[in-house]
């Protein structure tokens, strides 16, 4: 076969990652990027001697990462370690911290005085989201869709037991398990990865409760996050895969229902057999391609993901009591998950994480000090457009973060850097701002779902947020071999 040339748009970890299996399968693989530094959402930000996690902080399915090295012949480029606990929550007005653990007989131990049978409800609960992540996997997540016909064949295969589940929230399995709020709340949080709540998560996705205490846990990588980037890109190097920054792709040239050209802001042309995009699949739709199915009318219609509030501290002084990664509660976790995705008001009395990147990586903070990263959910732009207070949101925020340690961090603070939902919208071409694109909605996800491949043109695909298999680092390098399927498929 000739040596078949492919671009890529976009140098998120989905664009990376599709890049290095197309290389090793021995296609010329170009990537074009906006931004100066590569990596997407999954970036660092280096400030006044600190380094910081932009994005994502920690990671799960590290078993995806491992058979995509087994498959691209390497040997994994960053190293990571399991994380235990995986992390503490805080609920405002108590002293009680609970720690996270896989250890099912030290998590229970924690609830003993509020939930004494939780033991035996946890294991009942997991075991079911065992069973869901079992029968539904290999069968949906890890599947191209042709077509409706296609996806609908495919859930056929799925046992029914599970169909209820797509149209029952996050929240009603879970207290169908449990009694106490704290348990209810602490098991119910890790809906908020997705980007939603457990109020509009589907409860299909309880398999990330499996996923989570069960089957494999989260990660901390060494260094920092951004390791996982740059050292893709060092095996991409070996590869002689051509790296282009500063390409920002705003036209296109098409004939005979193939991609011929994409344009980029200086007016170059940029040719290949085929294509593939790495930026928001719905938004490149809209931007880019103008097409009629992704209009901004069309796009307003669709179920968006939360937007991010998200700043960057680094403070002079050890926060020895603060742990890697941190859970922070308010009051009124039902009213806030109800309302944070359109109430710019509920965002007073927020929950928040916070991840202390310093506590197990030294080189990240100047000695003597600590390099802390806050995220709060909140309204994405559609619904909260201005963000002219954002000093005085992330001041009470730190205010509550020091009421709650005992520490008051404020007089320590040597270097801040603030990200709203303009922000990230900006940086990253977020519709809304939303940080991690269309939502897991019942009806946007599957086959349901803006597919990887383009409706109009033979030759173009895509990969990452707002595409299937859904938004986060694992779907990203489940979605990578996906798209490569697809790029195959046009030989």
């Known amino acids: 076969m000739e040596n078949r040339s492919i671009i890529i748009i976009g140098a998120g970890i989905g664009g990376l990652a599709t890049a290095l299996r197309l290389a090793k399968k021995g296609y010329k693989v170009t990537i074009l990027e906006k931004n100066e530094q590569l990596g997407g959402r999954l970036n660092q930000l280096k400030k006044d001697g600190f380094t910081f996690d932009v994005g994502p902080s920690f990671f799960s399915m590290s078993y995806e990462f491992k058979e995509f090295a087994k498959e691209c ?67 949906v997540i890890k ?69 989570e205490f069960q089957y494999d846990g989260y990660y901390n990588v060494k260094g920092g996050m951004y390791k996982i980037i740059e050292g893709i890109v060092s095996e ?66 669709k179920e968006w993901t939360m937007g991010f509030l998200t700043f960057y501290l680094g403070i002079k002084g050890k926060l020895d009591h603060v742990d890697h990664h941190n859970y922070f509660l308010g009051n009124n976790y039902e009213d806030y998950a109800h309302s944070v995705l359109q109430d710019p008001g509920i965002i007073e009395k927020p929950y928040y994480y916070v991840n202390v990147l310093s506590k197990h990586n030294s080189e990240c903070a100047p000695e003597g000090c600590e390099s802390i990263f806050f995220v709060c959910p909140v309204p994405n732009l559609k619904f909260k457009s201005d963000w002219s207070d954002r000093e005085e949101i992330v001041q009470s925020i730190i205010d509550d973060f020091s009421e709650r340690i ?86």
């Open 143 to 211: 599947q191209n869709f042709d077509s409706l016909m296609d996806y609908g064949l495919t859930l056929l295969k799925v046992n029914p037991y599970h169909l209820p589940k797509l149209w029952r929230n996050f929240w009603d399995q879970v207290i169908h398990y449990f009694d106490s709020k704290d348990a209810r709340q602490i098991v119910s949080l890790v809906s908020f990865f997705l980007g939603r709540t457990p109020f509009d998560t589907p409860a299909i996705y309880t398999l990330l409760s499996h996923i």
């Open 406 to 491: 005992g520490t008051n961090i404020n007089d320590m603070i040597i270097s801040k850097t603030i990200y709203t939902p303009v922000e990230w919208e900006k940086m990253f071409y977020l519709h809304y701002g939303s940080g991690l694109g269309l939502s897991h909605h019942v009806m946007q996800i599957g086959g349901l779902r803006p597919p990887n491949y383009d409706r109009n043109y033979k030759n173009l695909f895509y990969v990452g947020a707002s595409t299937v298999p859904g938004a986060g680092i694992p779907m990203s390098i489940i979605g990578s071999k996906l798209a490569l399927e697809r790029v195959e498929k046009m030989k």
């Open 73 to 139: 012949e390497i040997e994994l480029p960053f190293e990571f370690v399991e994380l235990d606990v995986l992390y503490t929550v805080h609920f405002r007005g108590s002293n009680k911290k609970y720690y996270l653990y896989k250890d099912l007989d030290k998590l229970a131990e924690q609830f003993t005085d509020i939930e004494p049978d939780f033991k035996e409800k946890f294991l009942k609960y997991i075991q079911n989201c065992k069973k869901t992540y079992d029968d539904t996997a290999n069968i």
């Open 236 to 301: 991409l190097e070996k590869e002689q895969v051509t790296i282009h920054p500063n390409v920002e792709v705003i036209q296109y040239e098409h004939q005979g229902g193939k991609i011929s050209a994409f344009i980029d802001q200086t007016g170059k042309r940029w040719e290949a057999d085929g294509y593939v995009v790495n930026a928001d699949a719905a938004v490149f739709r809209n931007s880019v391609l103008k097409d009629p199915q992704y209009s901004l009318a069309k796009l307003a219609k």
